[in-house]
């Protein structure tokens, strides 16, 4: 293992080096692009994505579904864990031999869809003009670019603040409710933590997943006023005043009060002191709730809390792609178009890792009435004050830029405002880097 | 001691017909990654889109990302504590474990254990002893009455880390001391002992001079390892987006190329990290000249 990494970042240098000289595979010859959609030819596409086995189960029904409906087509599903399949993917992608169909995170897509490796979803699209009609439009936004969509949608995230019930009554702390106020959040988790007598921390108030952006720390940002980048994605703005005051919050929160966990302590905890039992509040996305539902409490959720500048959360789709190399575009576009459809979007529902992009099965029982009894309603609500989370070419380096610098902070090693100060300079040079 | 013997006749035969393989593998693997990695460096490449010459650029940034430097800094001080850490711990540990003890092959074992072990796991057992709040360490060092390290905070961990790669490197560096421990002949022992050297003089006048070709090797490879570790460090010390308290330079290379769009920098990276190793080995075999004996 210890040379093993190294070796890997070697061998695929000379993999991707030699891969343009490879030739297709025998069974993948070409379909001629104006062949009708459905093929009448049996075709098998590849489809990769990440996920855990739960989730390959599910889509392997899916696939089984898919194949029903459409006898011709057999699709072929390769699941990876997130870190090897964005490895997996660009070495396939740069050797020419991409999979038909591939998951694509919605902030990444840029960068993939402004190197030419996506195919142009757009023709498919116009001569389909009803498919996107059930579909959330706040899912659609990250895909379209000025000519056209080079992906669609499977599923979305909302932010939403999660509590155990169990410590509020404990406590005779009131419920969240969708009047709540960040100061409101504040006092509560004041109220919710307890300091023991060697002045330790055993009950913490509120926790964040302070790596990324989207949970917890874009959403207190735009509540503020503030923004995390400009619309031309030139210019950060985390370092602008309104952000600053809602880190300052957070800030607070963590070494004023002590209600929040820095990430060290938070790391004990197996990264989430909520499900560990040690903190009241959290805010994750759906992506939580299987895990969530063999906590040993009860819990649920509320909407994020309103700030000076009103109510905000982020909104995240995971979705598929075509790669432009794919010999079998008109059988991978009918199985994205199977994807929307009421039958997957059912399953998908079920899986329960997030919330299904069509609105009508997203309103129905299939989500609504899941396993873990909470108010699933909140999630698909809270798309009506949602912020999409940023989709530019360079978010991963931008984002690694500002989470790396911003590390120290939550640990209590660094000031905040210094950091700032030489984070966001970091950061513009990245952006500018991608431009 | 066979070091001097050449292969004669079938012999020959023989060596190169095992050796051929090894270097297939290395002409047709290694060899061609190495060209390419060269060939890269000099290149802009994100993985999708044709690589454009670069010229030194890639090069020039070696000295000017941040990250980078303090990567190459950890790596540095890593190298510098875990290397002599090897050597004299499995050096004393395979001392220890050449004696007539009962149950010898037991104690062997469990020091070899942590070599075959997977590090994720054995790093997992780690964080529960490192913990601050929760720890197993922590929990002694309160019941002496001393007050909590947090042993995994920035100013720490680089010694929680050397520490844990330290102990996962003592097993094999104990076998390679072992064989050429067992590879002196005890006469030479038996003849000082009725000089009256007791056990200190005898280690450090007959043992460590004649084991010197095996702490060669054993600070070699522990040289290479060092500039390579990655696995520990990361269970215990990752931060989010693949980032870590402790960053060395193997996670600058792997997310510039794998992250960053950034194989023509991860490439430069790559190869300065080839270069120092490779300048460290140049010192070595020039101290091997000078103080290895060769019996």
Redesign the interface.
Same mark, same amino acid.
């Given at each position: 293992? #210890?040379?093993f990494?190294?070796i890997l970042?070697?061998?695929s240098?000379?993999l991707?080096?030699?891969g343009g000289a490879k030739t297709p595979a025998a069974g993948n010859q070409p379909v001629a692009s104006s062949a009708p959609a459905v093929s009448t030819a049996p075709t098998e596409i590849s489809m990769m994505m990440w996920g855990d086995p739960a989730e390959l189960d599910v889509w392997n029904q899916i696939v089984a579904d898919f194949h029903q409906a459409n006898p011709n087509i057999t699709v072929k599903v390769e699941v990876s864990d997130w @870190?090897s399949y !964005? %490895?997996k993917l660009? &070495?396939l992608? *740069?050797a020419g031999t991409p999979p038909d169909v591939f998951a694509m995170d919605a902030p990444l897509y840029l =960068?993939?869809q402004s190197?030419?490796?996506l195919l142009n979803l757009q023709p498919y699209l116009d001569k389909n003009p009803d498919m996107l009609n059930g579909v959330y439009p706040q899912t659609l936004e990250a895909y379209k670019t000025p000519d056209g969509m080079y992906g669609l949608p499977r599923d979305f995230q909302t932010i939403v603040l999660f509590y155990n019930k169990d410590m509020f009554d404990a406590a005779g702390v009131a419920y969240p409710t969708a009047d709540w106020t960040y100061d409101d959040l504040r006092a509560a988790a004041k109220k919710l933590t307890k300091i023991g007598a060697d002045g330790?921390v055993t009950q913490f108030g509120y926790s964040l997943?302070? !790596? @990324?952006f989207e949970p917890g720390m874009s959403e207190i940002i735009w509540s503020y006023g503030g923004d995390l980048i400009n619309a031309e994605h030139t210019k950060t703005l985390v370092g602008a005043p309104k952000a600053r005051e809602a880190f300052q919050f957070l800030h607070d929160m963590m070494f004023v009060d002590k209600s929040i966990p820095d $990430? +060290? &302590?938070a790391? /004990?905890?197996g990264g989430d002191p909520f499900l560990a039992g040690v903190s009241a509040m959290t805010a994750f996305g759906h992506w939580v709730v299987p895990g969530y539902t063999d906590a040993k409490f009860n819990w649920d959720i509320a909407p994020m809390p309103n700030g000076p500048s009103g109510r905000a959360t982020s909104v995240n789709s995971a979705g598929f792609v075509v790669g432009k190399a794919s010999k079998n575009p008109d059988a991978a576009f009918e199985f994205l178009k199977y994807v929307l459809s009421e039958p997957a979007q059912t399953r998908l529902a079920e899986l329960g890792f997030a919330c299904p992009v069509l609105k009508s099965v997203a309103e129905s029982d299939a989500f609504l009435k899941q396993k873990t009894q909470i108010n699933q309603k909140i999630f698909l609500d809270s798309l009506a004050f949602a912020h999409m989370k940023p989709v530019f070419k360079g978010y =991963? /380096?931008w *984002? *690694?830029t500002i989470? @790396?610098g911003m590390?120290?902070v939550w $640990?209590g /090693?660094a000031e905040l405002g210094p950091t700032l100060d030489t984070v966001v300079p970091?950061a513009d040079e990245v952006l500018a880097n991608n431009q | 001691m066979e070091y001097g013997l050449r292969p004669l006749g079938r012999e020959k035969f023989w060596l190169f017909a095992l050796l051929t393989p090894t270097f297939i593998g290395l002409i047709f693997?290694?060899l061609?990654?190495?060209l390419? $990695?060269v060939?890269?460096s000099f290149a802009n490449w =994100?993985?999708? $889109?044709p690589p454009t010459w670069a010229g030194l650029a890639n090069y020039v940034n070696l000295f000017k990302d941040?990250?980078l430097l303090l990567s190459l800094t950890n790596t540095i001080k890593f190298s510098a504590m875990y290397v002599p850490g090897v050597v004299i711990i499995s050096l004393l540990v395979a001392v220890l474990m050449n004696r007539k003890i009962r149950g010898v092959s037991l104690f062997r074992t469990a020091y070899f254990l942590p070599a075959v072990t997977?590090?994720v796991a054995t790093a997992l057992v780690w964080n529960m002893i490192y913990? #601050?709040? %929760?720890?197993i360490l922590n929990f002694i060092l309160e019941r002496l009455g001393m007050q909590p390290v947090?042993w995994?905070? %920035?100013?720490n961990a680089m010694y929680a880390v050397v520490i844990v790669n330290i102990w996962g490197a003592i097993g094999e560096g104990m076998i390679i001391f072992l064989a050429g421990l067992t590879a002196i002949p005890r006469e030479y022992y038996e003849a000082a002992e009725m000089d009256g050297a007791n056990g200190f003089h005898q280690f450090f006048n007959i043992t460590v001079p004649l084991i010197t070709p095996s702490i060669f090797f054993q600070t070699l490879i522990s040289t290479i +390892?060092a500039f390579?570790?990655?696995?520990y460090i990361y269970m215990l010390t990752r931060?989010?987006?693949?980032?870590s308290?402790v960053p060395v330079v193997?996670f600058s290379?792997?997310?510039n190329? !794998? +992250?960053?769009? +950034?194989?023509g920098g991860? *490439?430069a990276q790559?190869i300065e990290l080839t270069v120092i190793v490779a300048a460290l080995m140049a010192f070595y075999f020039w101290l091997e000249r000078r103080y290895v004996v060769y019996e």
């Amino acid at each position: 293992m #210890k040379r093993f990494l190294f070796i890997l970042v070697i061998a695929s240098l000379l993999l991707a080096g030699c891969g343009g000289a490879k030739t297709p595979a025998a069974g993948n010859q070409p379909v001629a692009s104006s062949a009708p959609a459905v093929s009448t030819a049996p075709t098998e596409i590849s489809m990769m994505m990440w996920g855990d086995p739960a989730e390959l189960d599910v889509w392997n029904q899916i696939v089984a579904d898919f194949h029903q409906a459409n006898p011709n087509i057999t699709v072929k599903v390769e699941v990876s864990d997130w @870190d090897s399949y !964005w %490895t997996k993917l660009k &070495t396939l992608l *740069s050797a020419g031999t991409p999979p038909d169909v591939f998951a694509m995170d919605a902030p990444l897509y840029l =960068d993939y869809q402004s190197r030419g490796v996506l195919l142009n979803l757009q023709p498919y699209l116009d001569k389909n003009p009803d498919m996107l009609n059930g579909v959330y439009p706040q899912t659609l936004e990250a895909y379209k670019t000025p000519d056209g969509m080079y992906g669609l949608p499977r599923d979305f995230q909302t932010i939403v603040l999660f509590y155990n019930k169990d410590m509020f009554d404990a406590a005779g702390v009131a419920y969240p409710t969708a009047d709540w106020t960040y100061d409101d959040l504040r006092a509560a988790a004041k109220k919710l933590t307890k300091i023991g007598a060697d002045g330790k921390v055993t009950q913490f108030g509120y926790s964040l997943d302070l !790596w @990324d952006f989207e949970p917890g720390m874009s959403e207190i940002i735009w509540s503020y006023g503030g923004d995390l980048i400009n619309a031309e994605h030139t210019k950060t703005l985390v370092g602008a005043p309104k952000a600053r005051e809602a880190f300052q919050f957070l800030h607070d929160m963590m070494f004023v009060d002590k209600s929040i966990p820095d $990430t +060290n &302590t938070a790391s /004990e905890y197996g990264g989430d002191p909520f499900l560990a039992g040690v903190s009241a509040m959290t805010a994750f996305g759906h992506w939580v709730v299987p895990g969530y539902t063999d906590a040993k409490f009860n819990w649920d959720i509320a909407p994020m809390p309103n700030g000076p500048s009103g109510r905000a959360t982020s909104v995240n789709s995971a979705g598929f792609v075509v790669g432009k190399a794919s010999k079998n575009p008109d059988a991978a576009f009918e199985f994205l178009k199977y994807v929307l459809s009421e039958p997957a979007q059912t399953r998908l529902a079920e899986l329960g890792f997030a919330c299904p992009v069509l609105k009508s099965v997203a309103e129905s029982d299939a989500f609504l009435k899941q396993k873990t009894q909470i108010n699933q309603k909140i999630f698909l609500d809270s798309l009506a004050f949602a912020h999409m989370k940023p989709v530019f070419k360079g978010y =991963d /380096e931008w *984002s *690694s830029t500002i989470g @790396d610098g911003m590390a120290p902070v939550w $640990t209590g /090693e660094a000031e905040l405002g210094p950091t700032l100060d030489t984070v966001v300079p970091a950061a513009d040079e990245v952006l500018a880097n991608n431009q | 001691m066979e070091y001097g013997l050449r292969p004669l006749g079938r012999e020959k035969f023989w060596l190169f017909a095992l050796l051929t393989p090894t270097f297939i593998g290395l002409i047709f693997g290694a060899l061609g990654s190495v060209l390419a $990695t060269v060939a890269l460096s000099f290149a802009n490449w =994100d993985l999708l $889109t044709p690589p454009t010459w670069a010229g030194l650029a890639n090069y020039v940034n070696l000295f000017k990302d941040a990250k980078l430097l303090l990567s190459l800094t950890n790596t540095i001080k890593f190298s510098a504590m875990y290397v002599p850490g090897v050597v004299i711990i499995s050096l004393l540990v395979a001392v220890l474990m050449n004696r007539k003890i009962r149950g010898v092959s037991l104690f062997r074992t469990a020091y070899f254990l942590p070599a075959v072990t997977s590090a994720v796991a054995t790093a997992l057992v780690w964080n529960m002893i490192y913990g #601050k709040d %929760t720890g197993i360490l922590n929990f002694i060092l309160e019941r002496l009455g001393m007050q909590p390290v947090c042993w995994l905070c %920035t100013e720490n961990a680089m010694y929680a880390v050397v520490i844990v790669n330290i102990w996962g490197a003592i097993g094999e560096g104990m076998i390679i001391f072992l064989a050429g421990l067992t590879a002196i002949p005890r006469e030479y022992y038996e003849a000082a002992e009725m000089d009256g050297a007791n056990g200190f003089h005898q280690f450090f006048n007959i043992t460590v001079p004649l084991i010197t070709p095996s702490i060669f090797f054993q600070t070699l490879i522990s040289t290479i +390892n060092a500039f390579q570790a990655y696995d520990y460090i990361y269970m215990l010390t990752r931060r989010g987006q693949g980032d870590s308290s402790v960053p060395v330079v193997v996670f600058s290379i792997y997310r510039n190329a !794998w +992250n960053f769009f +950034n194989y023509g920098g991860a *490439s430069a990276q790559a190869i300065e990290l080839t270069v120092i190793v490779a300048a460290l080995m140049a010192f070595y075999f020039w101290l091997e000249r000078r103080y290895v004996v060769y019996e």
